[in-house]
C-alpha cells in the first residue's frame, strides 16, 4: 500500500502495479505518482540483442530432472544465488550471478522470428510481419532505442540511440521494429558496425578508401574523404540527412572520432572481451557510454541463422545446437558479458548503465530429431544488471520442463516499461509523447 497523504492510499497489484481510481488521483500529476515508486539510477542502456532465440534450458534455466529428450546434455553448475544453478557453459557468469538478476519466465505472442523480434524491440506486436509476409493489425511502434531517445537528447548534435550491428533479417528478409516509427527521423538509430578485419565502420558515411574511424587520424586523408562527401552532396548526389548530419560532426571532432576506435583500448583488455564480433562490440558499447550515449543496442548478429545456413551465427539452432553452443555461443557470451560487467563496474559506470541481454523467444524444451531445438516463444530468459536493478535474484519461475511459466510471467512490455522506470522516464514523458509499452514495471528489481 502505498500513502499518499493522510486520507489518500494506493493499493498494490500482485504484480507489483499500482491500482489507482479516479478519486485518488483527482488533482494530482502523473510525475507525483511515479515519484512514489521506486525508480532506477540508470543514464544509459546498454542493450544485447540475441538475434534468433536462445535455448532456456542450455543457459540460465537447466532442468536437470527433466526426461533426457527435454534435458540439456551439458551439467549443472551452482551460481552465487542459493539454490540457483546455469549450465557449465557459463562459468564466469555464474561466478558473476551476484551481480546481476534473471528473468526466466519471459513469454511472447509469436514463435515467428519476425514477429516476435518486432514485439522484443518495441514491445508491441502492431505491424509486424512475419515470413508469411502479412503484416499484423496496427501502427509499428518505436524501437526501444528510439523511445529512451526522444525524451534523452545528446548535446551537439550527437546521436542518442546507436546500434552496433547491421539490421536484423530472418530468411534473408528484414524485419519491422528496427527504427523511430511515428517518433520520426531524428530518433531513428544510428548504426556502427564492427568487422573483424577492418574495425568499426560508420554505415551513414560510406567513406570509401577503406577508410574507417580507426584510420582517420590522418589529416590529409579525413580532409580529403569529407570533401569528397560535399561535393557529392553539392551534385545532389545524396540527401544530406540528419544521420549524415551526425556522422559529419562526429568525424570532425578527434575526441568523437577515439569514440569508435577499439586501438585506444589496450590488447589485453580486448582479449578479456573476446576477438569475436560480439566481443568487441561489447567493448564498443562500453566506450560509447563512457561517453554518455543514452541507448546502445548491440545485436549478436545480422541473420538468425548459424553460419553453416548462409547466416551469420544467430542463435537459431535448429541442428547442431549442442555443438555450436560448446564450440561458440556459450563461451563468447559468457565471456562477453561477464567482462562487459566487470568493466562497467571497475570504472564505475554500472550503477548508471542499465545491461540487458535478451533474445526474441527461446527454445523447444524437446530436442528435435537432428540434435536441435526449435522455437519456443512460451518460455525464456532475460539477463538485467546494473542503473540501480537490485542483484542477485530471480524473478518468475518456470515448469518442471520449461515449458511454461509457473509463476510471474513477463512480457516485453513489461521489460521495456522497466527500462523506462530505471532510465527515470516519467508517465507523463511516456503519455504526451505516445511511448508508453502498455507493460507493467517489474518491481521486484528495484
Not at 489507482?20 to 502523473?30: F, H, P, Y
Not at 528510439?146 to 542518442?160: D, E, F, N
Not at 558496425?193 to 567513406?207: I, Q, S, W
Amino acid at each position: 500500500m502505498l500513502t499518499l497523504g493522510a486520507k489518500t492510499s494506493i493499493p498494490v497489484s500482485r504484480r507489483g502495479a499500482i491500482q489507482i481510481g479516479a478519486s485518488a488521483i483527482l488533482g494530482m500529476s502523473w510525475d507525483r505518482l511515479l515519484a512514489q515508486a521506486p525508480t532506477g539510477s540508470a543514464k544509459s542502456v546498454i542493450f544485447l540483442w540475441l538475434w534468433g532465440g536462445p535455448s532456456q534450458l542450455d543457459t540460465f534455466d537447466p532442468k536437470p530432472n527433466a526426461p533426457s529428450e527435454f534435458r540439456s546434455p551439458f551439467a549443472n553448475i551452482p551460481t552465487k544465488i542459493p539454490g540457483v544453478h546455469f549450465t557449465e557453459l557459463f562459468p564466469m557468469l555464474a561466478h558473476r550471478s551476484d551481480h546481476f538478476s534473471l528473468l526466466r519466465s519471459m513469454h511472447t505472442q509469436s514463435n515467428d522470428h519476425g514477429v516476435a523480434g518486432t514485439i522484443g524491440l518495441t514491445g508491441s506486436i502492431a505491424g509486424a510481419v512475419g515470413l508469411d509476409g502479412n503484416p499484423r493489425p496496427g501502427q509499428a511502434r518505436p524501437t526501444l532505442g528510439s523511445t529512451v531517445a526522444k525524451v534523452r537528447r545528446m548535446q551537439g548534435g550527437l546521436p542518442s540511440f546507436l546500434v552496433v550491428g547491421g539490421k536484423l533479417h530472418q530468411g534473408k528478409k528484414p524485419i519491422i521494429g528496427e527504427n523511430s516509427g511515428f517518433l520520426g527521423a531524428s530518433c531513428d538509430p544510428f548504426r556502427l558496425e564492427f568487422d573483424e578485419e577492418k574495425g568499426t565502420r560508420v554505415n551513414a558515411l560510406d567513406l570509401g578508401q577503406g577508410l574507417t574511424p580507426e584510420r582517420l587520424d590522418d589529416r590529409q586523408r579525413l580532409a580529403g574523404a569529407l570533401d569528397d562527401i560535399e561535393r557529392k552532396l553539392q551534385k545532389g548526389a545524396s540527401p544530406w540527412t540528419e544521420q549524415m548530419q551526425q556522422a559529419y560532426a562526429l568525424l570532425l571532432r578527434p575526441e568523437s572520432r577515439k569514440m569508435f576506435d577499439l586501438g585506444q583500448e589496450t590488447p589485453a583488455m580486448r582479449d578479456r572481451y573476446g576477438r569475436t564480433r560480439f566481443g568487441q562490440s561489447c567493448l564498443l558499447a562500453r566506450r560509447l557510454v563512457e561517453k554518455k550515449v543514452p541507448f546502445v543496442q548491440v545485436n549478436w548478429s545480422d541473420h538468425v541463422e548459424a553460419e553453416e545456413d548462409a547466416g551469420d551465427g544467430g542463435w537459431d539452432h535448429h541442428y547442431r545446437n549442442f555443438q555450436i553452443m560448446v564450440d561458440r555461443h556459450g563461451p563468447w557470451l559468457d565471456r562477453s558479458i561477464s567482462t562487459l560487467l566487470d568493466d562497467l563496474r571497475d570504472r564505475g559506470l554500472l550503477e548508471s548503465t542499465l545491461v540487458v541481454a535478451v533474445g526474441e523467444f527461446g527454445r523447444t524444451p524437446k530436442i528435435n530429431e537432428k540434435a536441435g531445438r526449435d522455437h519456443w516463444e512460451h518460455c525464456y530468459c532475460a539477463l538485467v544488471a546494473g542503473g540501480g536493478i537490485k542483484p542477485g535474484r530471480v524473478i518468475g519461475t518456470s515448469d518442471a520442463r520449461a515449458e511454461r511459466p509457473a509463476e510471474r510471467p513477463l512480457t516485453p512490455a513489461d521489460l521495456g516499461a522497466t527500462i523506462h522506470q530505471a532510465l527515470g522516464i516519467t508517465s507523463e514523458q511516456s503519455q504526451s509523447f505516445g511511448l508508453a509499452t502498455g507493460g507493467e514495471v517489474i518491481g521486484e528489481l528495484f
